[in-house]
């Protein structure tokens, strides 16, 4: 993704903040925010910060998963699954 037209000025999000939600609501993409010709923040709309939460929160269980099996913290999934059934039958 380019983000070169996506790359505006604060004075510019000053001016135009209702044009700038509703552009970052209607595109879906970043915006970074420049102060003395310096990128110093990127806003984006809700729905996509939203989207980044929850694909940050499904990597950090890959990682978590990942460190358990590097530190040998796995069982066999048969006694997993023997496991779990034996609890729903003491249900």
Known sequence: ???????????YLKANAAEVLKELAEQRRPMVITQNGEARAVIQDVASYD?????LALLKILALGNQDIEAGKVRPAAD???RLRAKKARA
């Open 80 to 82: 997993a699954i023997k």
């Open 51 to 55: 989207e980044t939460q929850e694909t």
């Open 1 to 11: 993704m380019r983000y070169s037209s996506q790359i505006k000025p604060i004075s």
